[in-house]
T-cell receptor
Framework: ETGVTQSPTHLIKTRGQQVTLRCSSQSGHNTVSWYQQALGQGPQFIFQYYREEENGRGNFPPRFSGLQFPNYSSELNVNALELDDSALYLC??????????FGPGTRLTVL | AQTVTQSQPEMSVQEAETVTLSCTYDTSESNYYLFWYKQPPSRQMILVIRQEAYKQQNATENRFSVNFQKAAKSFSLKISDSQLGDTAMYFCAFKIWGDSNYQLIWGAGTKLIIKP
């Protein structure tokens, strides 16, 4: 059974640029959730996708957007990057009511 | 709104000792899940243990067990016979059962250091 994978591992961007982060869900899971974790803090929920549709959203601006594909993999897109977007971005997959299992994360640095 | 509070920013114990991490939460819901996740320096978030609120029996996974007090809204994690590999950030998290938005709500974490 393949676990949750994320790419890239690390990424450096400059203010104003756009970034796309990718997540492959665990086999058998149809739900993907994205979280932002600033250094020294707990994760903050960005949004969740269930069967290719957004299923809920946290307190993040519209420049954070996402997609889920028919194979349940997912992308997180962030436009007009700001310095405060520097964080670890975590992807978790689950069945809709099940426990969430996390990928290794993508460390984004915005300069 | 639901909140999760971890009041111990950092704890340190000797290898083989038992340690208990505290977590309290606030909700008006009656059906929910509670979780403990571990995040070692490698940063991968790992599920340690899960508790369904409707279950009176405390969950146990090998050396890890919880003390779930629903009336007090308390959910502590006990690690027995601690090992060096248990060194990590530990996060308590909460999820409502049956809500259309199945997000996890997280505490701020407790940094646990196991000393040799």
């Amino acid at each position: 059974e393949t676990g949750v994978t994320q790419s890239p591992t690390h990424l450096i961007k400059t203010r104003g640029q756009q970034v796309t982060l990718r997540c492959s869900s665990q086999s058998g899971h149809n739900t993907v959730s994205w979280y932002q974790q600033a250094l020294g803090q707990g994760p903050q929920f960005i949004f969740q996708y269930y069967r290719e549709e957004e299923n809920g959203r946290g307190n993040f601006p519209p420049r954070f957007s996402g997609l889920q594909f028919p194979n349940y993999s997912s992308e997180l897109n962030v436009n007009a990057l700001e310095l405060d977007d520097s964080a670890l971005y975590l992807c978790a997959s689950s069945n809709r009511r099940g426990s969430q299992f996390f990928g290794p994360g993508t460390r984004l640095t915005v300069l | 709104a639901q909140t999760v509070t971890q009041s111990q920013p950092e704890m340190s114990v000797q290898e083989a000792e038992t340690v208990t991490l505290s977590c309290t939460y606030d909700t008006s819901e009656s059906n929910y899940y509670l979780f403990w996740y571990k995040q070692p320096p490698s940063r991968q978030m790992i599920l340690v243990i899960r508790q369904e609120a409707y279950k009176q029996q405390n969950a146990t996974e090998n050396r890890f067990s919880v003390n779930f007090q629903k009336a007090a809204k308390s959910f502590s994690l006990k690690i027995s016979d601690s090992q060096l590999g248990d060194t990590a950030m530990y996060f308590c998290a909460f999820k409502i059962w049956g809500d259309s938005n199945y997000q996890l709500i997280w505490g701020a974490g407790t940094k646990l250091i196991i000393k040799p």
